[in-house]
């Protein structure tokens, strides 16, 4: 059965060091459903800032429910009766003068309406929480946005609809672009998170009612290829238009959710006052590290309270604060993380960059010379394989002569075609996975953390060939990130035998080589180690009929080169 839908209001005084309010009521503007709220709130008649949150995970179950493991290993400081998974903790911060708004999302937990995750629809139910939050009679009126992952992502597209009241925004690991970031990863569906995910969401009606009340993502996704589909461009808007301070945290190990998105979010958004920062670590834990917090509490007092500690407002602070990877520390080990240094930068990409090439050769090498291949050849590889079984070519760069920093985005420019196999249906198209790794000295390769405490390589990247169209005048375009629309009229046929020259986005990455260190291109037919619960392995998606054959990286005919960010 499912829970009772309960429409009431609970105060506790005497045994809580906050006022708690359950399941406040705030009715929609455009009347399509009714968002309920928690309210947690210093005692005392004060007006006071507030810190909202809006997601589908259920305000009312524990974070010791939702995912005990995680919970036991959260810094005791951050932990209380009324903790939530990916939140910010209720008795913390009403102790420092904040109220804490958690809504259910409309159609979740206890709101009533159309479940549509990260659409219009619940951007425009968001900003009317926000407005809500602003006119409250114990609100000063001023609201941030503090939140991980999906309770980041939203804080994208709220703020670009510039609520009435909201201050300042703190998206922490936190994607911005819902295709490229997210579902379709360089054009290829990203089906196994997206299942994962869309399981986890907490609803209280019946499987009948949820099947009239929601938009099913896996069914979505799965159905809709491209950003003008009307599924990805209702959920498309304007990062220029946020236009409230923010400060955007990435994490360097979340290789294949988030981390572009923070970091284009930070690029594109309108803000006069904006901040990026890198953190390494687990995805559920960094947020509630002490000196983390305090980093959070230092940049949402300077836009709530008018109390800056550090330069905020001014412009004073860090505009890009970044963490460098450097030694093999392990993975999963944060205090061992904590060791990594960290550098102040003035601008993102690094001014002093040097975008280096490094050229494929049809013996396996990565050199920074490019060499002149006497006759046409090429490197074959099957076109799918498993994650237990993959098929890849792999190429290594000679021991690097000094210690030697990437840090920025990445280019992978190959000269790529396809095959049937004999007997075999004719392959349509070819996806293109690219991962690059690093190797220690000692010729280990090193594992950083990545989004649940697995081990993973450095980078990675992806592209279906048929959407290979770059469009150079689109002003996102840069030659260290090509724009791709995705779009309908984007698709371009792959024939048997005929070579494309194309280039592969590279998600970015930092990492500090030490001398005799060497770094990996690789190539494959999927998804290999390090992708963990991002998986692209939808039959439908990349199907035996459409994808089967050989796969073929041509030497001879044209350079095939990877482009580091070196940091001089």
Known sequence: MPNEIKDITTRDESSLPYIYEQNVSISLKDESGLVRVNVYRPKGSEKVPVLVTYGPYGKDIPYKDFHPQSYSEVNPEQRSEHSSWETPDPKYWTSQGYAVVRADERGTGQSVGKLDTMSRGTSEAFFDVVEWAAEQPWSSGKVGLLGISY????????????????SCIIPWEG???YYRDRCRHGGILANSFIKFWWDRQVGDLSEEELIQNRQDQTIDNAENKFRDDLYYASKEYSMSDIQVPLLSVANWGGILLHLRGNVEGWTQAGSELKY??????RHDLPFYYSEEVEIQRSFLDAFLKDDDRAGWSTGKAPKVDILLRKGDVGFNNAEAEKTFPRRIEHEWPIARTQYTKFYLTSTNELSTH??????????SYAALGTIENPSLIQFKTAPFEKETEITGHIVTHLNVSMSANPGSTTPQDLDLFVTLRHISPAGKEVFYTGTAGDPVPLCKGWLRVSMRRVNEKHARHREYLPHRDYCSSDVLPVLPGEVYPVDVEVW????VVEKGGRIVLEVSSGDTQGSGIFLHNSVVDRSVERFDGMNHVHFGIGENHVTLPIIS
Do not use: C, H
Not at 370 to 379: L, P
Not at 508 to 511: K, Y
């Open 151 to 166: 309770y980041a992502g939203s804080q994208w597209r709220v703020a670009a609809r510039q609520p009435k009241g909201l």
């Open 175 to 177: 994607m911005s672009d």
């Open 276 to 281: 990026l920062r890198f953190i390494a670590g």
């Open 370 to 379: 490019a060499s002149i291949e006497k006759k046409s050849t090429k490197i």
């Open 508 to 511: 970015p990455t930092n990492v």
